[in-house]
């Protein structure tokens, strides 16, 4: 079975959001800026939700 391409984008951004929040958890126990990976964290969380609302709406019911 083939994947939808949207299935897989969502699935990479989950984990790719899940690698930068444990980034964020270990430059945070460092005590080092974590100002830039915040903002990335930030922008995928975004890019996620666009697509998936995307998705939902393109799909009927």
Known sequence: MEEDPDTYRILRLR???LE???AI???QRE???DAAAQLLIGRKRAQLEHLVKANVAGRPL
């Open 15 to 17: 984990a790719e959001i």
């Open 20 to 22: 930068l929040g444990s």
């Open 25 to 27: 958890r270990q430059l």
């Open 31 to 33: 005590g080092l800026d």
